[in-house]
């Protein structure tokens, strides 16, 4: 049940990104005297409409989107008598900018919002990650495994206790193996029965740590087959290392929440470039490979993975999620591509810098780009994103990511 209430609520939570985005959009062509038609959140069939001065504001079927009909967006728009001179195309060229930039805006203040709400509720989390091969929390180590994987109840300090290993130590070799992933770190560790050499790093210098394993009963997974099974292996008694978020009050949360969100708009500037080269890792999980983490998410995988935190109770990691959303549209309508705000935005200073130019040389200003041109490329690119998000879409039913076991 939890995990339904949360898929909708972060459906709800994109359902209002997009209405506030295109809010952003009418705000703003109200603010500057420009006529906005329509107000519509989704796309496809109406299932209400109802009209507040001269905007028709409306519900549509399929919540995937929505649009802010300005009047006269560009030249090859009809106008009717009372749109001439407030059309969106006649207006000066920074007008034009802080309309089409408003719902832009709208999205980056939501995502500050969001996550000032998250470093007074629950604090902000590192989002750089400690060395793979970190040490974290100790403990006793339990002498046999669950059927749901969790450990019989122990006390005491561990065998990594014991030999004065410390959380942050990274293991760089394990019994004179080098390890680099955490992985190796266990299948080394799983595979000791006597005192073994830990080489490890703690504060830039290199040392040595003569750990001795406990044997232990362990469900372990085959690399092979992914069969489990039961085996007598050797451990320590340690988990990886985590950062832990650090909780600000009200005041301190505002620079800490902007910096916070400076980190998390170089993250969201890197997935966007590296989106095209994620086609073929989504192809493959599509045709039955395994779905990396890291490939992108259709609307309906992000209120999945939605659900799947919500159900853990870790509704920290729900707020992340739609902030990194909220920055993710933003940033994504910044591209100077048409159809996106992006896209007119590159016309408008396009018209501006070439009406400039032309006026220095003792000429009048140029007639508006032709959208009719352009349209060739922005079908490609339509088709292009299209598939893309057709692509991820199929990914996210037939193979979604599934963050918790």
């Given amino acids: 049940m939890v995990f339904v209430i949360g898929v909708v609520a972060f459906a709800l939570g994109i359902t209002l990104s997009i ?20 107000y519509y959140i989704g796309f496809g069939p109406k299932i209400f409409s109802f009209r507040r001065g001269e905007t028709e504001f409306g519900l549509k079927a ?43 805006a709208m999205n980056f203040a939501l995502g500050l ?4 709400i998250l470093a007074v509720g629950w604090g902000l989390p590192n989002l750089n990650r400690p060395p793979e091969t970190a040490l974290g929390l100790m403990s006793c180590t339990p002498a046999a495994q669950n059927a749901d994987g969790t450990g019989v109840p122990c006390d005491g300090e561990g065998p990594a206790q014991q030999a004065g290993l410390q959380r942050g130590d990274v293991v760089t070799a394990v019994g004179g193996v080098p390890v680099a992933t955490w992985d190796q770190f266990q299948a080394q560790t799983q595979a000791q029965t006597g005192p073994t050499e830990f080489t490890i790093e703690r504060g830039g210098v290199e040392m040595t740590v003569t750990v001795v394993p406990q044997q232990v009963q362990r469900n372990v997974t085959d690399s092979v087959t992914g069969q489990k099974t039961e085996r007598t292996v050797g451990a320590i008694g340690v988990g990886q290392d985590f950062y832990e978020p650090v909780q600000y009050n009200a005041l301190s949360a505002i620079p800490a929440s902007v910096a916070f969100t400076s980190d998390m708009f170089v993250m969201t500037a890197e997935r966007l470039v590296q989106m095209p080269s994620k086609v073929n890792d989504l192809w493959h999980s599509v045709t039955g490979g395994e779905r990396d983490e890291d490939t992108p998410i259709s609307v309906v995988g992000a209120s999945v993975i939605g659900g799947q935190v919500a159900e853990r109770g870790l509704w920290e990691v729900f707020i992340v999620l739609l902030a990194s959303l909220n920055f993710f549209l933003g ?6 591509l048409l159809p996106l705000d992006g896209g007119h935005i590159a016309v408008t200073i396009y018209e501006k ?22 349209m060739p490329i922005t079908w490609v690119f339509v088709v292009i994103g299209g598939a893309f998000m057709l692509l991820t879409l199929t990914a996210d039913i037939v193979n979604p990511i599934q963050l918790f076991p």
Avoid at 353 to 374: E, F, H, Q, T
Wanted: glycine share 10%; aromatic share 8%; net charge positive.
């Fill in 19 to 38: 209405a506030l985005h295109e809010a952003g959009h009418m705000w703003t062509a109200k603010a500057l005297g420009m006529k906005v038609r329509r």
């Fill in 62 to 104: 399929i919540p995937a989107g929505g649009f802010c009909d300005i009047a006269g967006m560009t030249a090859i728009d009809e106008l009717a008598p009372d749109e001439v001179d407030r059309a969106m195309y006649k207006q000066k060229a920074w007008k034009r900018i802080v309309v089409m930039s408003g719902g832009i």
């Fill in 113 to 116: 919002v969001l996550v000032f």
């Fill in 331 to 336: 940033m994504f309508n910044l591209l100077p």
């Fill in 353 to 374: 810098i070439r009406n400039s130019i032309r006026r220095l040389r003792g000429m009048a200003a140029g007639a508006p780009v032709d959208y009719m041109k352009l």
